[in-house]
């Protein structure tokens, strides 16, 4: 059994909707809402990979805002896992190549929160509206 940890990447997308933020979730492939994520290549960053994986999982492209917002255990997979997240500024949607697979979802802070299974990802997502608004998240 391989234990050298496994590092994944993704991103959380976000763009101003007419209610305030609005955040893309997309359907795993046993259709748990979740954040585009990915393994992180042997020559690609973890920027790229949370990049890539928006245009191949979500059919979205945007730009990463910052550092990452922080990242969480991946408990399901047969050796450790840790995904880091980062904040994607949302700019164009097209055809995806998993489009026959998963589903996205445009959705506020609330709804997404809801949605969303795993309390360390809602935990993330809490921290990324903190950082778009400072002094709103949890209220």
Not at 35 to 54: H, R
């Amino acid at each position: 059994m391989n234990t050298k940890p496994l590092k994944q990447a993704g991103a959380i997308p976000f763009r101003q909707g007419p209610a305030g933020w609005e955040f893309l979730i997309i359907t795993s492939r046993k259709g748990n809402w979740i954040f585009p994520k990915g393994v992180i290549g042997n020559k690609e960053s973890p920027e790229e990979t949370a990049l890539k994986e928006c245009a191949e999982e979500a059919g979205i492209s945007g730009a990463i805002i910052g550092e990452a917002v922080g990242s969480y255990p991946d408990r399901r997979r047969k050796q450790p896992c840790s995904v880091q997240m980062f904040l994607l500024s949302y700019e164009a949607e097209e055809t995806w190549k998993e489009r026959d697979c998963r589903t996205r979802r445009w959705c506020g802070f609330e709804e997404a929160s809801e949605l969303l299974r795993k309390e360390p990802v809602r935990e993330l997502l809490a921290r990324a509206l903190e950082l778009l608004e400072p002094g709103r998240a949890g209220a």
